[in-house]
């Protein structure tokens, strides 16, 4: 059972800028798949940002162009670097991962962006 922490959320100005972090309880280095998603209130959980064993990455519309994802495998982190950040950016963030058929959720960090 893989366990994913994320942190890194808080209250920022819109325009401004948050790096979240999601930590492994196991090494990323196979993980297939890392992704974050999001859940705004009264909103469906929605797909941010996704990138593969390879190195590829996939983003929603929405945010394309002001987020980049990333992983390090030495330290079994995943990151979402989100900048100029809207109102509508508001939500819970989680992180996802992928790995031999089994996926993990983690427990989710708070972003919330004032206008």
């Known amino acids: 059972q893989v366990q994913l922490v994320e942190s890194g959320g808080g209250l920022v100005q819109a325009g401004g800028s948050l790096r979240l972090s999601c930590v492994a309880s196991?090494?990323?280095?196979?993980?297939?798949?890392m992704a974050w998603y999001r859940q705004a209130p009264g909103k469906q959980r929605e797909f941010v940002a996704r990138?593969?064993?390879?190195?590829?990455?996939t983003f929603a519309d929405s945010v394309k162009g002001r987020c980049t994802i990333s992983r390090d495998n030495a330290k079994n982190t995943l990151y979402l670097q989100m900048n100029s950040l809207k109102s509508e950016d508001t939500g819970v963030y989680y992180c996802?991962?992928?790995?031999?058929?089994?996926?993990?959720w983690g427990q989710g960090t708070q972003v919330t962006v004032s206008s």
């Open positions: 996802y991962l992928m790995r031999l058929g089994d996926y993990y």
């Open positions: 196991e090494s990323i280095f196979n993980a297939n798949r």
């Open positions: 990138i593969t064993t390879s190195g590829a990455t």
